[in-house]
T-cell receptor, first 109, second 117 residues
Framework: GQNIDQPTEMTATEGAIVQINCTYQ??????LFWYQQHAGEAPTFLSY????GLEEKGRFSSFLSRSKGYSYLLLKELQMKDSASYLC??????????FGKGTRLSVIA | GAVVSQHPSRVICKSGTSVKIECRSL??????MFWYRQFPKKSLMLMAT?????????EQGVEKDKFLINHASLTLSTLTVTSAHPEDSSFYIC?????????????FGSGTQLSVL
């Protein structure tokens, strides 16, 4: 089975940096996905971490520690359009992705 | 990047009717597709795993006779909500897994908002 833990809600100011943490427990592990989902829309792919460490992709970076079962998504230079839910999903082989409840991020002026 | 097309984007139907939702992988072959359901402000819930050429695998609590899944080709999976009722009103999202030498990614369709009157 899987257990995924993320904060339910976060609020941050436009232009700031925010870190969304995710801890997980899985019976197997290949890598970890981060998705962004705006209200009423399907999730969009942000990142997939397989190895430990930080991967940077523009304003978004994702970090993984396999030994600790821990990941975070770092969003820099926040914009209003970044207000969305962010979903952390550990991936185990051929099993389907199971999502946690996600973190609802509100960016305020 | 890979694209998954889902159709229709919105359906309004009368109680008791059946609704079919299509999910296509446009530029890659997907032997496995997944169907999710999401209620407002709730998390994505996996309904079933659709396997090309074989029966779908349903998650616990999902009625397989009510949510019929057909995965007849490597690029198309369909979900039919049979005898829909108001409690079936929800956002249904399909996804397809693309496997390559760079690893695996899961791409989502744009979702179908089903409203049953």
């Amino acid at each position: 089975g899987q257990n995924i833990d993320q904060p339910t809600e976060m609020t941050a100011t436009e232009g700031a940096i925010v870190q969304i943490n995710c801890t997980y427990q899985t019976s197997g592990f290949n890598g970890l996905f981060w998705y962004q989902q705006h209200a009423g829309e399907a999730p969009t792919f942000l990142s997939y971490n397989v190895l430990d460490g930080l991967e940077e992709k523009g304003r978004f970076s994702s970090f993984l520690s396999r030994s600790k079962g821990y990941s975070y998504l770092l969003l820099k230079e926040l914009q209003m359009k970044d207000s969305a839910s962010y979903l952390c999903a550990p991936h185990s082989g051929n099993t389907p992705l199971v999502f946690g409840k996600g973190t609802r991020l509100s960016v305020i002026a | 990047g890979a694209v998954v097309s889902q159709h229709p984007s919105r359906v309004i139907c009368k109680s008791g009717t059946s609704v079919k939702i299509e999910c296509r992988s446009l530029d890659f072959q997907a032997t496995t597709m997944f169907w999710y359901r999401q209620f407002p402000k709730k998390s994505l819930m996996l309904m079933a795993t659709s396997n090309e050429g074989s029966k779908a695998t349903y998650e616990q609590g999902v009625e397989k006779d009510k949510f019929l899944i057909n995965h007849a080709s490597l690029t198309l999976s369909t979900l039919t909500v049979t005898s829909a009722h108001p409690e079936d009103s929800s956002f249904y999202i399909c996804s397809a897994r693309e496997s390559s030498i760079r690893g695996e990614k899961l791409f989502f369709g744009s979702g179908t908002q089903l409203s049953v009157l």
